[in-house]
């Protein structure tokens, strides 16, 4: 094989080997070039975004505010099948939580205005997963 074939051949394999996603978890999110997968506002406020892995190919989607993440799930096939996972930001860290078992504050300030942050632990007033997805739904945005 000549030289630069050679060398083109293992840019190309390091290079895709590089851009793929992980395939467990959530993604790197690119802070304001990121849109939602929903209502295609960029991804700008760490505390609110979301992301779902799922679908056939087990593919991530981000979202800008969990609110935006429950209504588009509920439009797609295998949204509430177990395989599908869900991440939402801690509002005040920024740290990636398990949707389903995160606490979620009402009263916040959120991309979407659905109001409502992810905790990690229970706080005053908080709900969980399901309360709130029936929540965001209700809203109906």
Known sequence: MPRNLFLLVAAALLFAACSRQPETGPVEVKWDRDTCVRCSMALSDRHYAAEVRGGPKKQVFKFDDIG???????????????????WVADYRSGKWLDARTAHYVPGKTTPMAYGLGAAEEALPGS??????SKQLLAKGK
Request: a negative charge; charged letters at 30%.
């Open 68 to 86: 935006c993440a429950v209504t588009w799930l509920r439009e797609q096939p295998w949204g509430k099948e177990a395989a599908t996972k869900i």
């Open 127 to 132: 709900i969980g997963f399901d309360e709130a």
